[in-house]
């Protein structure tokens, strides 16, 4: 099992310690480094920045936002940092929720997802192949476009530049079981939200064991060394009642859908009531302690140490670690070796 460092995306400003981070994940031997974006920073700007001060570790967008940019954009971005950083980025992607794409980037949520998602990563194919100009008779990404309200002058176009690598890595936040199917046959790999080695392997095994030989499974999983793991479970839960409770509408959240499907259905519920009533801080301790822990490695080393045998014995082939200090980096990196 891969190691890799998930440093999210900045909260009220730069996030000044993200190049050490990442520089001493590099000197572990992590294997990927990746950043984030929701509506502030963007995903790409600091990867690069963060590529231009390492030399082999990979670059991973964790994720970047589809509705953010045209996948022929996204492609763009990409295969221009592929050729700077040297042919070390993986593309992570998501489609995020309704609130976000309608509140933030200000368009229609697809009325089919699971199209809107496969016609994206169609046309970044296209682009990253460069065998013909793009092409695409699509339902929500059309190339050219053909709506009514166009010009009807646009004409198939080929990336200019030639891209440093055709087979760069595609990989899909994906939630629903339906979507994880398609990632299975569309993408080079997953990035599963939470993630429960104790049984998310039963829920997903059989759609995982259609997967390519080579597909990554790449949970985040929020990690600190410490004590008491009360306290280190309290950064857990209260991203767990951000995403819950803020992270889309009361009618439409796809993080409390799967946080149901895992068996915590009536704490999913509860922890969004709160949350929208306007009680943050009883919607974080409504969080059941259970499931921030099974998703989570906090704790002393020794209690790490055992839980990381459980993530090691199952379908993850790249465990992103979301550690907010050098120590913990170093025990993980250490531990993985010697039970990995």
Not at 208 to 226: E, G, I, Q
Not at 278 to 289: E, I, S
């Amino acid at each position: 099992m891969r190691l890799g460092l998930a440093l999210g995306y900045w909260g009220r400003s730069p996030a000044r310690d993200h190049v050490a981070l990442a520089q001493t994940a590099e000197r572990l031997g992590y294997d990927s480094v990746w950043t984030a974006e929701a509506w502030g920073s963007d995903v790409f700007t600091p990867l690069t920045w963060i590529a231009a001060h390492t030399s082999r570790i990979r670059l991973g967008t964790g994720i970047a936002q589809m509705a953010a940019r045209s996948p022929t954009a996204t492609a763009m971005h990409a295969l221009t940092l592929d050729h700077l950083s040297g042919g070390r980025v993986m593309l992570g992607l998501g489609l995020s929720g309704p609130q976000v794409v309608e509140g933030w980037y200000g368009r229609p949520f697809p009325a089919s997802p699971l199209t809107a998602t496969r016609e994206y990563v169609n046309v970044l194919r296209q682009v990253l192949r460069r065998e013909g100009p793009v092409e695409l008779d699509g339902r929500f990404h059309s190339h050219p476009y053909g709506g009514e309200d166009g010009t009807g002058l646009g004409k198939p176009l080929k990336s200019i530049t030639h891209p440093l690598r055709a087979d760069l890595p595609v990989l899909l936040g994906a939630e629903g079981p339906r979507n994880i199917a398609q990632t299975t046959r569309i993408a080079d790999g997953w990035l599963p939200l939470y993630w429960s080695p104790f049984r998310s392997a039963a829920m997903y095994g059989a759609t995982l064991d259609a997967a390519p030989k080579d597909f990554m499974v790449a949970p985040m999983v929020r990690a600190k060394v410490c004590e008491d793991p009360a306290e280190g479970l309290m950064t857990v839960k209260a991203m767990l009642a951000f995403y819950i409770g803020g992270m889309g509408a009361r009618s439409r959240n796809f993080h409390a859908d799967l946080m149901a499907r895992m068996g915590y259905e009536d704490a999913a519920r509860r922890v969004q009531e709160l949350f929208f009533d306007g009680h943050r801080m009883d919607a974080v301790q409504a969080v059941p302690d259970a499931f921030a822990d099974e998703i989570s490695l906090v704790g002393p080393r020794e209690r790490i140490a055992e839980r990381l045998e459980a993530w090691q014995s199952g379908p993850v082939t790249d465990l992103l670690v979301t550690a907010p200090d050098h120590e913990t980096l170093h025990v993980l990196a250490e531990l993985n070796r010697r039970t990995g």
